[in-house]
């Protein structure tokens, strides 16, 4: 009883320990990685579960109260009354202004996500059935990301979140995501970055984040997807200037959209 009880208890606190990817028994949101994030996880902090325990306590009041107020024994002949004009107004206008109160600091969070900043980097993610494909229009790279099978996995690698090709983007910079799918409705998904966007055929969608540390962040598909929705995840890993410049130097040979430019780097290169 009393592990249980630690396991619960711990589970509710947003430790470090929960950054970049989901932990066992947790029920707080991962540790922000962006501003954007960071707001989401205030909002719904100060303002939503204040309100939603307050709202619960009362109504749990009132059940309790109309139980021992209005029991059976306690009045044999009850009230026919049908009406109070009070209390009518007030169960109207107090949930009108308790999502007034909600409303404005959400619409303040929205068009933030929503207003993208001028770009260091744009990416473009297509969502297939099922794992991720991506581009770096400006550099000329395209590669596939796929989920590496459980028994391929190497140590420090999480079942279903790990990937083979990962997008890797510098940190403190504007990225631009770019989203589409190719077939049927995906979404674009990295809770870290608090990032969620549709991918859907025929239509871009957009999306940024500014990554603020380095490490490696998971998301997954977010949208019911088909029978392998579960298992295209996607794998985010923030680097330093000079390490992304090094990966940069790569994959633009390992992953040319064009293979006929392969060789001309190779030949300017001798």
Known sequence: MKKLFYIILFSTIPLALQANQPKDWQLGFQ???????????????????????????????????????????????PSKRTHNVTVEVLWT??????????????????????????????????????????????????????????????ENQP?????????????????????????????????????????????INETWFKAEKIGTYYGQCSELCGIKHAFMPITVRVVSQEDYDIWLSDAKIKFAKDPTKIKVRKIASK
């Not at 902090?45 to 109309?66: E, T």
């Open 31 to 77: 540790e922000a990685a962006s501003e954007s994030m960071r707001d989401i996880i205030s909002f719904h902090n100060n303002l939503l579960l204040p309100i939603i325990i307050g709202i619960s306590v009362f109504v749990l009041f009132l059940l309790v109260y109309a139980c021992i107020r209005f029991r059976a024994s306690r009045n044999p002949n």
């Open 159 to 203: 079942r279903l979140l790990a990937v083979d090709n990962e997008v890797v983007v510098p940190v403190n910079k504007v990225i631009k995501v770019l989203i589409t799918a190719n077939d049927v409705l995906h979404a674009w998904a990295l809770p870290s970055f608090g990032v969620k966007r549709d991918a859907v055929p025929g239509r």
């Open 93 to 154: 206008l107090i949930p009108c202004l308790i999502l007034i109160v909600m409303a404005v600091p959400s619409f303040k969070i929205l068009y933030k996500q929503d207003t993208i900043p001028k770009a260091d980097l744009t990416i473009k993610a297509i969502g297939y059935q099922w794992y991720w494909g991506y581009e770096y229009p400006d550099e000329n790279i395209i590669f596939e990301s796929y989920m590496i099978e459980e028994k391929d996995l190497k």
